[in-house]
């Protein structure tokens, strides 16, 4: 599986674009760009995935590079309920399977 | 509503003893997945399954074993608990394969959260 590199934390103003990066350079075509985030002590939730193309829904974007080796989740008006840790991850589409890792932490300050 | 829930919530246990977490889904997913997640760190795979009697290890799977014996059940049983396995659990279960629409969606319970003394 691959691994991805984000920073460990990230501030924003209420109210602006929050620009979340990550780099997994080592990912393979049959690998996924996953984005959950954690909010306190919750399970992590659902944000988006992408393969190659960028994504929308009605929670983010998500803009991956033509060589696929980065990604950037954009939350586009960021509010104080975004504040969490996000976690970017890649996954096989054979396994399925997540392997989290440190996640960048998002303070959204008013 | 489907819906993915873990008992107990909290549990304090001692060193030594057989604890058993309870993970329940009624999505009929074939995925499940156990994670643990420690103070002021991301989540590590425990144990995963892709169907009924399949079971695979994951990052930390020492002290730990799984059985699926049906699709909507994972428990997960540390067989003598120790201090270093008080963490927060987290179950997870996901649609099998990203054919058909699927956003192959991980759905997480809320938590165990398990004391060892």
């Known amino acids: 599986d691959a691994k991805t590199t984000q920073p460990p934390s990230m501030d924003c103003a209420e109210g602006r674009a929050a620009n979340l990066p990550c780099n997994h350079s080592?990912?393979?075509?049959?690998?996924?760009v996953y984005w959950y985030r954690q909010i306190h002590s919750q399970g992590p939730q659902y944000i988006i995935h992408?393969?190659?193309n960028n994504e929308t829904n009605e929670m983010a974007s998500l803009i991956i590079t033509e060589d696929r080796k980065s990604s950037t989740l954009i939350l586009p008006h960021a509010t104080l309920r975004d504040t969490a840790v996000y976690y970017c991850?890649?996954?096989?589409?054979?396994?399925?399977?997540?392997?989290f890792g440190q996640g960048t932490t998002l303070q959204v300050k008013p | 509503d489907a819906e993915i829930t873990q008992s107990p919530r909290h549990k304090i246990t001692e060193t030594g003893r057989q604890v058993t977490l309870a993970c329940h889904q009624t999505w009929n997913h074939n995925n499940m997945f156990w994670y643990r997640q420690d103070l002021g760190h991301g989540l590590r795979l425990i144990h995963y399954s892709y169907g009924v009697h399949d079971t695979n290890k994951g990052e930390v799977s020492d002290g730990y074993s799984v059985s699926r014996s049906n699709t909507e059940d994972l428990p997960l049983t540390l067989e003598s608990a120790a201090s270093s396995q008080t963490s927060v659990y987290f179950c997870a279960s996901s649609d099998l394969g990203l054919a058909n629409g699927n956003t192959g969606e991980l759905f997480f319970g809320e938590g165990s959260r398990l004391t060892v003394l």
């Open positions: 991850i890649v996954v096989s589409s054979n396994t399925g399977k997540l392997i």
């Open positions: 080592t990912i393979s075509g049959n690998e996924y």
């Open positions: 992408g393969l190659k």
